[in-house]
């Protein structure tokens, strides 16, 4: 559920029901996949596949803000890398701004894309250096950055403003570029690939009943199902924040975002028929603060919402990377990737597909150095201890403390014949039991009563209460027994 889905992509939900040969085939269709699929449009022999529909990963639940001024992330990059390439980073999502808007005239894309204010707010006292410090350093690339008072009722001890930035509905853009490409490829919905074998000339990507040949592969599915050769698990964490939208009267037409964490952010959307806030809050490492109850609350009280205006409530993963930069561009061999947005993928899903593109068709992009996903700096070892910790602290964490606090009485687990398993009740009564273990590396689970489903805290799979996996990692089911009624 999302604001975005009250509108879904119209398909032709074509499944893969053959053998197939391509030249170059596309693992997902979020804003990253389909983009890609777009800029080869005039490619021969390409296709799309999805595990599940399209536009129904990560960016179903983004707020979709199109945006350059994020947070603090230029200093960050400084801290990280260096100077020029938080300049570089900064160029480049300029240019996947002006990428967007001309695909989104070109193919005259109606997806509610408008032009807004966008605020970067400090939240706490001790943020306001930062801020200033980030907005010097805009001021010196020649971005007209000026200070504002945040239009809003969060608390706000500084804020500035950019005059230049967009707001949209991915999913009605992934339509549009549906409707582009529709004629020249196949894009197959529910067909999840398990496994990429690399032969001498082509890889062999295997789904549950076929296989497809493909000379090039693009992996545009948020987050690889492999370890090695990138070794993502070592090089990130994920990050969860929760999303309420809530009806108001007015459209105020800006979005914000504070500078650091805890990030509290906002924009609004205005449909036929209401206008909305899109409030979230309460982000952090999915190591740490697992209570989904406590975390809506918080923000409904950051925003002052009041429950009778409240029509939706859920969450969103992205992967945040160690050195603040996204992985895109050739893995090893004919392999690409495209993954680690740092919650900024409408731009950087843009910019993936541009680069990546530009690679396949043997042209030059200025912007593809800094991304190389196989870049290595030793600078950025200091983090890896906060990396290790989250990872064993997901690992371990859910093994030992099953905490109570976190779940109805609808949720308990228990150990049968050596395996630890996990139960849902539903509102009938029904028992859904399922393993307690991601496949993907062995992490166990945690119930999320909102949206009810088992997620994985370590790299961010989802199950439904019966266990099939709806997001990856993970390629496979946690499926134990179907219910049974007590
Ligand atoms: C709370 C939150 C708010 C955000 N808001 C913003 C924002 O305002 N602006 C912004 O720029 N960014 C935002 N982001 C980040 C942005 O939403 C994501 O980075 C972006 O949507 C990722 O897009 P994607 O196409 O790479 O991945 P996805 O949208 O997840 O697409 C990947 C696709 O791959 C498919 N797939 C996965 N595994 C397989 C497989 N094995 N076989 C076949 N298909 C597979 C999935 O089904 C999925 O459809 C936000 C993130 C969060 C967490």
């Not at 449909?271 to 809050?281: E, K, R």
């Not at 109850?293 to 609350?297: G, L, P, S, T, V």
């Not at 969450?315 to 160690?322: F, L, Y």
């Given at each position: 559920m999302s604001i975005w889905n009250k509108k879904e992509v119209k398909t032709k939900k074509e499944i893969l029901k053959k053998n197939i040969e391509v030249d170059v085939l596309i693992v997902g269709a979020g804003i990253t996949g389909m983009t890609t699929a777009y800029y080869l449009k005039n490619l021969k022999n390409i296709c799309v596949v999805d595990s599940g529909k399209i536009g129904h990963g990560i960016t179903l639940n983004s707020t979709a803000k199109i945006n350059y001024f994020q947070e603090t992330i230029y200093n960050k990059i400084i801290s990280s890398n260096n100077k020029n390439t938080a300049i570089k980073y900064l160029k480049s999502q300029l240019y996947a701004i002006k990428n967007i808007k001309k695909i989104i005239k070109d193919e005259k894309i109606e997806c509610d894309f408008i032009k807004v204010p966008s605020y970067v707010f400090a939240n706490k006292k001790s943020e306001v250096l930062n801020l200033k410090k980030e907005i010097d350093f805009l001021k010196e690339q020649g971005i007209k950055v000026f200070e504002k008072e945040l239009p809003s009722n969060i608390e706000s001890f500084k804020s500035y403003c950019v005059n230049d930035t967009y707001i949209f509905n991915p999913i009605k853009y992934l339509q549009g570029i549906y409707n582009s490409v529709i004629d020249n490829m196949h894009i197959y919905e529910n067909t999840k690939i398990l496994k990429i074998e690399k032969l001498l000339t082509y890889y062999k990507c295997y789904t549950a009943k076929n296989v497809i040949k493909a000379k090039k592969v693009i992996l545009a599915c948020h987050y690889p199902y492999f370890i090695k050769p990138l070794f993502l698990p070592f090089k990130s964490y994920i990050e969860k924040s929760y999303i309420i939208v809530s009806k108001v009267d007015k459209d105020l037409n800006y979005t914000c975002i504070s500078s650091n964490c805890p990030t509290y952010s906002c924009r609004f959307y205005k449909?036929?028929?209401?206008?909305?806030?899109?409030?979230?809050?309460m982000s952090h490492n999915t190591a740490f603060k697992q209570d989904d109850?406590?975390?809506?609350?918080c923000v409904k009280k950051i925003f002052n919402l009041n429950e009778k205006d409240i029509v939706m409530r859920y969450?969103?993963?992205?992967?945040?990377?160690?050195d603040n930069m996204p992985y895109i561009g050739k893995l090893k061999g004919n392999i690409y990737i495209a993954c680690g947005f740092n919650t900024w993928g409408m731009t950087n899903g843009i910019l993936s597909a541009k680069i990546i593109s530009d690679m396949i068709l043997n042209k030059k992009n200025k912007y593809s150095d800094i991304f190389d996903p196989n870049r290595f700096k030793l600078s950025n070892l200091k983090k890896i201890p906060y990396i290790f910790f989250s990872q064993i602290k997901s690992f371990i964490g859910p093994k030992i403390n099953k905490n109570k606090k976190w779940y109805s009485d609808?949720?308990?687990?228990?150990?049968?014949?050596?395996?630890?398993?996990?139960?849902?009740?539903?509102?009938?009564?029904?028992?859904?039991?399922?393993?307690?273990?991601?496949?993907?590396?062995?992490?166990?689970?945690?119930?999320?009563?909102?949206?009810?489903?088992?997620?994985?805290?370590?790299?961010?799979?989802?199950?439904?209460?019966?266990?099939?996996?709806i997001k990856g990692p993970s390629n496979y089911d946690i499926s134990f027994s179907k219910h049974s009624n007590k």
């Open positions: 449909d036929d028929n209401f206008i909305y806030q899109i409030s979230l809050a109850k406590y975390n809506f609350e969450s969103n993963v992205d992967i945040m990377t160690i609808d949720i308990y687990f228990y150990y049968k014949n050596g395996k630890s398993l996990a139960v849902y009740k539903d509102k009938k009564g029904s028992e859904h039991t399922v393993y307690n273990k991601c496949p993907h590396l062995g992490c166990s689970l945690i119930f999320n009563e909102k949206e009810k489903t088992w997620d994985c805290p370590c790299h961010s799979s989802r199950f439904n209460i019966d266990g099939k996996c």
